[in-house]
């Protein structure tokens, strides 16, 4: 990059505080008026930021911009999700997802255009990776749901990381953007209503513990021996499952809260009766709840689903050893919004020119 980064939404506060001292010669102040603005109105329009100088604002309009990801098309499921394709940098394509709950929307963002994790069940896998996003570009996704979401007159109330990609191989650019979203002077969202879900990157799972980042975590292990994880998700032959329960034994938890391990079931390879077993054993004892995920074979990935009564089974058996278990069935499979089918090609295609957005 040459010349400082004009891009507002990768700045952290404390950075904006400098930036403003630096040169503008302004207080710490400044920084929390324009963060207000920003993440708390969502006003990007320094004219309106009445509060400020005329002088200054004509200042921080040259130094600042304030991208927008451009809703390139919106689907709409049969079950109230609703899935975004966002354009971000050079024209490529993210989706996020707004997933109906029963009392609340959930905002799912992508981290990376693709993944590099490859785990043979995802959509998202046979993509590859071409790039991970910066701090602006996830946080442009959630603006972008906000702004569309006064059109339904809805918003969410959690945002997880579980679109596109491995957020803790983005590390920084995720990090950044909880840190926006939790800030109290940023978006004030709890750190309980956040969560990074990860692959099992060990080391970045251990980064992140000793951070000062408080976000909640979620964890796909997907399997109960090495030999099966390794099959379907190649990560697990550098970070094998023992190591990984350590790296979640240590992760710091408050009193209440607990890691969500996710389970994918796969009907036939991880779902039998010894997994069952074998899961319960390793889980008992740690602060954790179980997320049954049944597998989406819209992913067309050649694996199959459980059966429902199955997968209640599974549920029941986690309860009567005394294990936390819910059910996550697919949302928004109509629209390819559920997990695993998000995929992208990043090739610029016609906007939907109802959905574009208001230049910031
Ligand atoms: N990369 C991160 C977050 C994105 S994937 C991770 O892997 O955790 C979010 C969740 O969707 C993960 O738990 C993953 O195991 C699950 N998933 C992927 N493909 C799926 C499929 N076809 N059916 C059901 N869940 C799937
Ligand atoms: Fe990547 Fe997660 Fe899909 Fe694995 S499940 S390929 S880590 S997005």
Redesign the pocket.
């Known amino acids: 990059m040459t010349g400082p980064d004009k891009d507002f939404f990768n700045y952290s506060y404390s950075e904006l505080v400098d930036v403003l001292a630096k040169e503008f010669d302004a207080t710490k102040f400044r920084a929390t008026q324009l963060f207000e603005w920003v993440y708390r109105r969502g006003v990007t329009d320094f004219d309106q930021m009445t509060n400020i100088s005329r002088e200054l604002r004509v200042r921080l309009a040259d130094r600042f911009v304030f991208p927008v990801a451009a809703v390139n098309d919106r689907q709409i499921s049969t079950d109230g999700t609703r899935k975004y394709l966002f354009e971000v940098e050079g024209g490529d394509l993210v989706e996020s997802v707004m997933i109906k709950q029963p009392n609340r929307m959930t905002l799912c963002v992508s981290s990376q255009v693709g ?1 590099a ?1 490859g ?1 043979k ?2 959509r998202t896998g046979t993509m590859g990776l071409k790039r991970s996003l910066s701090t602006s570009e996830i946080i442009r996704q959630v603006r972008g749901v906000l702004e569309d979401a006064k059109n339904f007159g809805d918003s969410f109330s959690n945002i997880v ?3 596109m ?3 803790l191989h983005n590390f920084d650019g995720v990090t950044r953007a909880v840190k926006l979203l939790t800030d109290p002077i940023g978006l004030g969202m709890s750190p309980r209503k956040v969560t990074v ?3 099992g990157l060990v080391p970045a799972i251990r980064k992140l513990a000793a951070s000062d980042v408080s976000v909640s975590l ?1 964890v ?1 292990l ?1 399997a109960t021996t090495d030999e099966i994880r390794s099959q379907v998700m190649p990560i697990n032959d550098r970070f094998p499952i023992s190591e990984l329960l350590d790296a979640i034994k240590a992760f710091p938890v408050g009193p209440r809260k607990k890691v969500t391990i ?1 389970y ?1 079931m796969l009907g036939g390879l991880n779902d039998t009766e010894e997994d069952r077993k074998r899961l319960a054993k390793m889980m008992r004892g740690m602060p954790v709840k179980i997320n049954l ?1 049944p ?2 074979d819209n ?1 067309g ?1 050649g694996f199959n689903s459980p059966s429902r009564e199955w997968v209640y089974e599974w549920q029941r058996y986690m309860s009567s050893q005394g294990l936390q278990a819910f059910i996550r069935w697919s949302k928004g499979a109509d629209i390819a919004a559920a ?3 998000l995929a992208t090609n990043s090739k610029r295609q016609s906007r939907l020119p109802v959905l574009e957005q208001a230049a910031a």
């Open positions: 993944c994790m785990c069940f995802c990381f579980m679109g990609g491995e957020p879900s990860t692959v979620a796909s997907n996710e994918v995920i597998y989406n992913a990935l997990c695993g089918q």
